[in-house]
């Protein structure tokens, strides 16, 4: 089945609900949802990024898309949702002058400037109020690497903020997007769509605020899995023992959070936009760092107050056995600029222990590992977006739908038994003088109640058209998805795998496009064997699933085999 075919199916039975919802009683109700549902059908899906407050999700943002847009402060910025848009969303009021739309509480919609949201930035009195009328704030860019065709971004204010009443107003507006609280999931549902996925940004401890805020994810939106959240783990430039174990602390975070979290990417999201603004001058920064002395490096490195030390006698001591004098406290701030700390002690500890510039550039780019992140991003949610989308729809159509199944029907048939007591009385209170009247009451209720039978036939109906095609479309997106994932990480980490079982792993994945497996059907007990003994082997998570996808795909093949 391809995208459009899902697409198509899906829209056939939104197209089927309205019509059912139209001519049962008690479902008109419905159909505003329906007409909602079949909007989403041609939006983006919603990536909304979610994290600690100051765990580096605005600068984060601005790496991914490659601009400036999300806000980035020291102090904890206001609580405001930042919606990231495809410029080709942009309507009416959209200007280069005020490119920014506000979205009230109200409802209400007005274009702003620059000032207006350096106005929102603090935590006093007067910010927040303003802010706290705010539901939302929408950017529109025509991002270079298309990602916001068929993603919008989403930058939530953060949870766990430690100031005063700007920390509530942060984890109320988090909450409030997420669904978090019940009582504010109404206010989101009319205000702004729910996430489909989630980038969280983990700290290098997982920690059980952060597994309670995923698990919470996927509890309150509809098809939400590990699979549809991306973790990842932030600034890990900040610390130099963290910076050299980032890869294995990853790997640590990811494995205490797997039951939440796909995977979860180390990243310096401070050293790529430090490489976009400073690389011009790391030839000039390099050499001049490389005329110090080993042990006077290491301890200009060790902190940032050995490296602005004005103390004579300690420079000299670190420049007894060189030829080269001490550089002076203005070269050393003129040299570092106004990169911050750790990034700088990064990149001259890079520099300085390189042969050459393109080396270190190597090495400086794998810390910042942006683009790790775009092309799992790429791979998990862009590739698949509308096939997230039609999930996503799904899950809210059958909620729907199972509401209807489990009340208007037993509603109906409740009141068609309660006009049935109540007929013979009609029929006794009749008379020559008021059987009109009786004769118009029967046709009236008989109209708006259909007969049992009717009732039946019309639940019966209810069940062939929409219920159980429903179901099907459901378990055919799952099994696609299902496959999908699998091949990717297949791909991703093919020299795992035997030359031999990767390509059969491709077989039983369809990679050729059909799954060919008819060529294995005499050897199909012996491959469900091999598979069963590979998974209980392996070691890694990911690798288990794809063994254990095998071993259910040769179940099937034997199934067959006995028909």
Not at 275 to 281: D, E, L, Q, T
Request: proline fraction near 2%.
């Amino acid at each position: 089945m391809t995208k459009d075919d899902i697409i198509n199916k899906t829209q056939d039975l939104l197209n089927t609900a309205s019509d059912y919802f139209s001519k049962i009683n008690g479902c008109t109700q419905y159909l505003p949802e329906i007409e909602k549902l079949r909007r989403k059908l041609w939006q983006p899906c919603v990536l909304a990024v979610g994290g600690k407050v100051k765990a580096g999700k605005s600068s984060f943002i601005n790496a991914l898309l490659g601009k400036q847009l999300a806000k980035v402060g020291e102090l904890e910025t206001t609580a405001t949702i930042n919606v990231f848009r495809h410029i080709s969303f942009a309507d009416v009021g959209y200007t280069e002058e005020k490119p920014v739309k506000v979205v009230w509480n109200n409802g209400f919609e007005t274009w702003e400037d620059t000032s207006f949201m350096d106005s929102l930035q603090g935590n006093d009195d007067a910010t927040l109020k303003k802010a706290e009328g705010i539901s939302h704030l929408e950017f529109f860019l025509d991002d270079e690497k298309g990602l916001l065709k068929e993603l919008t971004f989403v930058d939530t204010p953060g949870t766990d903020a430690v100031v005063g009443s700007d920390g509530q107003a942060h984890q109320h507006v988090t909450d409030r997007f997420f669904r978090l609280r019940q009582k504010h999931s109404e206010e989101t549902n009319n205000k702004m769509d729910e996430a489909d996925a989630v980038i969280y940004l983990v700290g290098a401890v997982a920690g059980a605020n952060q597994k309670q805020f995923l698990t919470d994810f996927q509890n309150t939106t509809a098809g939400a899995s590990a699979l549809n959240a991306l973790g990842v783990l932030s600034k890990v430039d900040i610390d130099e023992n963290l910076l050299s174990r980032r890869h294995e602390q990853a790997e640590y975070v990811a494995n205490s959070l797997k039951d939440v979290l796909y995977t979860v990417i180390p990243i310096s999201a401070g050293m790529n936009e430090a490489i976009a603004n400073n690389k011009v001058r790391y030839p000039a920064l390099q050499q001049w760092l490389k005329k110090m002395p080993k042990a006077a490096f290491d301890i200009f490195m060790r902190a940032d107050s050995y490296y602005f030390t004005e103390n004579a006698n300690y420079l000299n001591v670190m420049y007894q056995d060189s030829d080269q004098l001490p550089p002076s406290i203005e070269e050393r701030r003129s040299m570092k600029g106004d990169i911050q700390w750790s990034l700088f002690r990064a990149i001259s500890r890079e520099l300085y222990y390189s042969d050459d510039v393109e080396s270190a550039m190597v090495n400086l780019y794998d810390i910042a590992n942006i683009e790790a992140v775009r092309k799992t991003i790429n791979d998990r949610f862009f590739k698949r977006s509308k096939i997230i989308r039609c999930n996503r729809i799904l899950k809210d159509l059958q909620k729907i739908v199972l509401r209807i199944k489990r009340s208007v029907f037993v509603e109906l048939r409740s009141n068609r038994a309660d006009y049935e007591a109540w007929r013979s009385i009609i029929s006794m209170g009749e008379s020559d003088f008021t059987k009109n009247s009786a004769d118009s009451l029967r046709r009236f209720i008989n109209l708006q109640l259909p007969s049992l039978d009717a009732i039946d036939k019309l639940e019966s109906e209810f069940l062939e058209h929409l219920i159980l095609p429903l179901e099907e479309l459901q378990q055919e997106i799952d099994g696609i998805d299902r496959e999908f994932q699998l091949l990717s990480t297949l791909q991703s980490r093919r020299n795992m795998w035997s030359e031999n079982d990767y390509e059969e792993l491709c077989q039983v994945l369809g990679l050729y496009g059909i799954r060919e497996m008819h060529s294995m059907y005499d050897d199909a007990v012996e491959r469900q064997s091999y598979w069963q003994s590979k998974a209980v082997r392996l070691r890694d998570r990911r690798d288990q699933a794809i063994a254990e996808y095998a071993v259910d795909c040769y179940e099937e093949l034997i199934k067959d085999l006995k028909r």
